[in-house]
């Protein structure tokens, strides 16, 4: 077994340092060494989406990052969405538009959903179709997810002219 | 994943004398998007890991009108289709970045990347070929450059020696009347592995009713992506229509020599590469009006 190397993070506000192999996905190190278990493993070749993790900002599949590369970076997951107890409108959103089913796939449409609303506020249908592309669901059939980002970008925008 | 160790040198030569010295298998890792499937499947294996995510060069994105593009080879696929002027000036490639996987696979894999791999499905490789890309390759006692259609070889081999990487890929200046489109056939709207990629530029006269010249570049219908050189030089000198166009694609078709497969059988694929030359020289030529 090769050495563990120090990592430095800043994991949803926080900072988190840990010990991994450079072998070790950030899907990995998140879940069993952090025990933050809200991103889920799916294909684990990333054609899922199931395991997205916004990395300085950017929506990627983190059984595509190594660990060691997350050195000094920004790391947000699904656990740092709510906020003192309420859920993001996001989250409402889909809870709400019954955006899921079994659930599986949800954590990672909504940091895919948050990051796609923070760098366009008012997406167009295809827009959020296009982009959320890389996050696959295999019980909805897409139209109520879709329903839901558009609800939450709505939500969102009330908010924000409101303060 | 089997056990591997990790370096992320700061420099190309650090980098290069690492790959170099090396023993057993090394492997660069840039956005990981392809390598780290690869090594948890078993597909390749390394001892060593070369993150080159830290070397400033392979980061660096530099484009102006007179100078061209310089495109790190560890650059995101995010980057390039995020700025309107490379849109505009390399359109063929920015169609292609922003198709490679979903958006988590281009916030972190690059153009370099997809070329390394060597892919012949490769989504960007026709559209660096269109676009008359040069790989700067550097190893530990110095550079050499290679056109883009000499770099990949057979399918997931490249020209790379030991102790190289890929620098960066650099890009003429766009020309005046001229325009780019890549487009891909695929059975689904996203997130696929092309059937046929076709990449096609043109650039027409002032008039913008004539070709002056083309350069076509089809992908997933051989070893490795293929510049259309009978079907490119046809088109000089002849008026931009659709019969022009469909001669390109006939054309085209000779260089094709695909597999069948599930995606698509050696007779539709072939077919397919006259649809696609006729379709991206149809997008390229609007573009080039509107340049």
């Known amino acids: 077994m090769s050495k563990k190397t120090q990592v430095a993070t800043t994991i949803n506000g926080e900072a988190v340092e840990f010990l991994c192999e450079p072998r070790q996905s950030l899907l990995e190190v998140l879940r069993d060494t952090l025990r933050l278990t809200g991103a889920k493993e799916g294909c684990n070749n990333g054609n899922c989406g199931a395991c997205t993790v916004l990395l300085n900002g950017l929506p990627v599949n983190s059984c595509l990052v190594l660990a060691v590369e997350a050195d000094g970076a920004k790391i947000e997951t699904v656990e740092g969405l709510a906020q003192q107890g309420h859920l993001h409108p996001v989250q409402k959103c889909f809870l709400e538009g019954a955006a899921l089913q079994c659930g599986i796939c949800t954590p990672g449409f909504l940091m895919a959903t948050k990051a796609l609303l923070d760098k366009n506020p008012n997406p167009s249908e295809h827009d959020i179709r296009f982009n959320l592309a890389g996050n696959l669901c295999r019980c909805t059939g897409y139209d109520k997810i879709v329903r839901a980002v558009q609800e939450a970008a709505k939500q969102l925008q009330t908010a924000e002219a409101a303060t | ?291």
């Open chain 2, 1 to 291: 994943m089997r056990a591997f160790s990790y370096a992320a040198p700061g420099s190309v030569q650090e980098a290069t004398r690492l790959l170099a010295t090396a023993n057993g298998g090394a492997k660069v890792l840039a956005g990981g998007t392809d390598i780290l499937v690869q090594l948890r499947e078993g597909l390749r294996t390394a001892d060593l890991v070369v993150d080159v995510k830290k070397i400033p060069e392979l980061m660096e994105l530099a484009y102006d009108a007179p100078s061209g593009l310089h495109l790190g080879a560890s650059v995101p696929c995010y980057q390039l289709y995020e700025r309107e002027e490379l849109c505009r000036a390399y359109s063929a490639l920015t169609d292609a970045g922003r198709i490679v996987g979903g958006w988590q696979i281009q916030s972190r894999a690059s153009v370099g990347g997809n070329l390394c791999n060597s892919s012949p499905a490769a989504d960007t490789v026709p559209a660096l070929i269109a676009l008359r890309a040069v790989c700067r390759i550097a190893r530990p006692d110095g550079t050499r450059e290679v056109p883009v259609e000499e770099f990949c070889v057979a399918p997931g081999r490249n020209v790379l020696e030991k102790g190289e990487i890929l620098v960066s890929l650099e890009l003429p200046p766009p020309q005046p009347n001229s325009g780019s489109a890549y487009q891909r056939f695929i059975p689904r709207n996203e997130m696929d592995i092309a059937v046929v990629g076709v990449a096609s530029w043109v650039k027409l006269n002032a008039a913008g009713d004539r070709i002056e010249s083309a350069r076509i570049a089809v992908g997933a219908v051989a070893p490795t992506a293929r510049f259309a050189q009978e079907a490119s030089e046809l088109l000089a000198g002849k008026p931009a229509d659709e019969a022009t166009f469909e001669q390109a694609g006939d054309l085209a078709r000779k260089v094709a020599s695909p597999i069948s497969d599930m995606r698509g059988t050696a007779e539709f694929r072939t077919h397919l590469v006259g649809v696609l030359v006729k379709r991206t020289l149809t997008h390229a030529v609007e573009r080039a009006r509107q340049a």
